[in-house]
């Protein structure tokens, strides 16, 4: 069990299939996702890894379990801040479940370090990049703050 | 069914409903007995209160052998906002509450 986690839940008009693909695809992801975009085979023990549109790499990591439009679980280390690289490796887990017109999303972010910064830092920026992916799924636009870094980042 | 607005109002109108959030907002993942501690309400009460955050999907449970831990789900507080003020003068919105905090002495962090 982990020291330090979070979970957030958001119901999302769509189905598992797109919000999977919103997931994972860069056309998607850096509409809401601060301009970033995901490179990895997608398979279990491939590398996956997380960079802005300036092609610096944010975080990176490992898939360690993968099924599609259902879950996804990857070690996740931030690579850009040295205090928050020094914690090592976090666990992301994705969980896609279809219930009447929406889909239930849940995000899971955790890390066997009490009182991790890391965790308290992703947790304030998990809720908009969710607010952003529901926006975009549910009516065709993100949210304008969130499909590039902030001015002067 | 979940991102129902009506059960996220209903489950904020109480003020023990929205004292429990406080405790999750000061330490994440507690069991219901944690919960129950230091608080002035029978573990049936709190038990109810719990189902209808969880109804709500303001707290969402997970289980770590037989215990189940309890977290707050900012989501649909989250999502309300974006909904109402998220269009507005969201700069301007968070200077007021800047400052608000640091006349108020940031007696509530």
């Given at each position: 069990m982990a020291e330090s986690q979070f979970v957030y839940v958001t119901f999302i008009r769509t189905t598992p299939e797109k919000l999977w693909r919103a997931l994972l695809e860069p056309e998607f992801t850096r509409q809401y996702w601060m301009g970033t975009t995901q490179e990895s085979e997608w398979k279990p023990g491939a590398s996956w890894q997380i960079s802005f549109a300036d092609g610096r790499i944010a975080d990176s990591g490992e898939i360690v379990e993968i099924e599609p439009f259902r879950k996804l679980v990857l070690k996740w280390r931030h690579e850009l801040s040295p205090e928050l690289t020094a914690e090592g490796y976090s666990r992301l887990t994705y969980e896609l479940e279809h219930v009447g017109d929406a889909v239930r999303f849940t995000v899971k972010h955790e890390m066997?370090?009490?009182?991790s910064k890391f965790i308290k830092a992703v947790s304030g920026g998990w809720p908009v990049i969710l607010s952003s992916l529901k926006s975009l799924l549910e009516t065709g636009e993100s949210l304008e703050a969130t499909r590039g870094l902030p001015k002067g980042k | 069914m979940g991102g129902d607005l009506d059960l996220v109002f209903k489950a904020l109108a109480a003020p023990e409903r929205r004292l429990l959030l406080d405790r999750l907002r000061a330490e994440n993942g507690q069991t219901l007995g944690e919960l129950c501690r230091?608080?002035?309400?029978?573990r049936q009460a709190v038990t109810k209160h719990l189902k209808l955050l969880e109804e709500a999907t303001l707290v969402v449970a997970i289980w770590r052998g037989r215990e189940k831990l309890h977290y707050l789900n900012p989501m649909p507080i989250h999502e309300i906002a974006e909904r109402w003020i998220g269009k507005y003068e969201r700069g301007r919105l968070r200077a007021l509450a800047e400052l608000k905090a640091k006349l108020e002495g940031e007696t509530d962090g």
């Amino acid at each position: 069990m982990a020291e330090s986690q979070f979970v957030y839940v958001t119901f999302i008009r769509t189905t598992p299939e797109k919000l999977w693909r919103a997931l994972l695809e860069p056309e998607f992801t850096r509409q809401y996702w601060m301009g970033t975009t995901q490179e990895s085979e997608w398979k279990p023990g491939a590398s996956w890894q997380i960079s802005f549109a300036d092609g610096r790499i944010a975080d990176s990591g490992e898939i360690v379990e993968i099924e599609p439009f259902r879950k996804l679980v990857l070690k996740w280390r931030h690579e850009l801040s040295p205090e928050l690289t020094a914690e090592g490796y976090s666990r992301l887990t994705y969980e896609l479940e279809h219930v009447g017109d929406a889909v239930r999303f849940t995000v899971k972010h955790e890390m066997d370090v009490k009182d991790s910064k890391f965790i308290k830092a992703v947790s304030g920026g998990w809720p908009v990049i969710l607010s952003s992916l529901k926006s975009l799924l549910e009516t065709g636009e993100s949210l304008e703050a969130t499909r590039g870094l902030p001015k002067g980042k | 069914m979940g991102g129902d607005l009506d059960l996220v109002f209903k489950a904020l109108a109480a003020p023990e409903r929205r004292l429990l959030l406080d405790r999750l907002r000061a330490e994440n993942g507690q069991t219901l007995g944690e919960l129950c501690r230091h608080l002035d309400m029978t573990r049936q009460a709190v038990t109810k209160h719990l189902k209808l955050l969880e109804e709500a999907t303001l707290v969402v449970a997970i289980w770590r052998g037989r215990e189940k831990l309890h977290y707050l789900n900012p989501m649909p507080i989250h999502e309300i906002a974006e909904r109402w003020i998220g269009k507005y003068e969201r700069g301007r919105l968070r200077a007021l509450a800047e400052l608000k905090a640091k006349l108020e002495g940031e007696t509530d962090g």
